[in-house]
């Protein structure tokens, strides 16, 4: 099993896809509803940033300051399943806030390829699914 995508939002130097929000061409700004911010009537589409990770990359190279601890800290919080704290929260977003109770957490999604049925077995019994449910990119 190998990571695939990752997507995020105000995480840290990741707020929100602005190339995709302000985009003029229509497969560009596709709303998904999981990127949506507040209630279905009144909420604002705050698309995701997605980072598709190649099986084979083994370095991250770049200048100072430009995201590759980030990333790197992003992709082992969804290997660990555990460590996305408030404090991660995006310092940019205009929905940081600092009074206790006010602060959301960063938003995380993991895309993973399954390579075989010994994998796809395991993840089944991880979850607690029947062996008998089928379940792809949609579940």
């Not at 302000?22 to 509803?33: C, G, V």
């Not at 006010?102 to 049925?117: A, C, H, K, L």
Request: one cysteine or more.
């Amino acid at each position: 099993m190998h990571l695939k995508n990752l997507f995020i939002r105000f995480y840290k130097s990741f707020n929100f896809d602005y190339l995709r929000k302000h985009s003029e061409f229509k497969e560009l700004n596709s709303i998904n509803p999981w990127e949506i911010v507040g209630s279905k009537e009144e909420g604002k589409w705050y698309p995701y940033v997605q980072i598709p990770i190649d099986a084979k990359v083994t370095t991250v190279v770049g200048a100072n300051e430009s995201g590759k601890s980030h990333l790197l800290d992003a992709i082992e919080k969804g290997i660990a399943g555990k460590g996305i704290e408030r404090k991660d929260f995006c310092r940019y977003s205009e929905f940081f806030a600092v009074q206790e109770g006010m602060m959301r957490y960063p938003d995380f999604g993991y895309e993973w390829v399954i390579s075989n049925t010994t994998e796809m077995k395991h993840i089944k019994q991880i979850c607690e699914l029947p062996e008998e449910k089928e379940f792809s990119r949609s579940c």
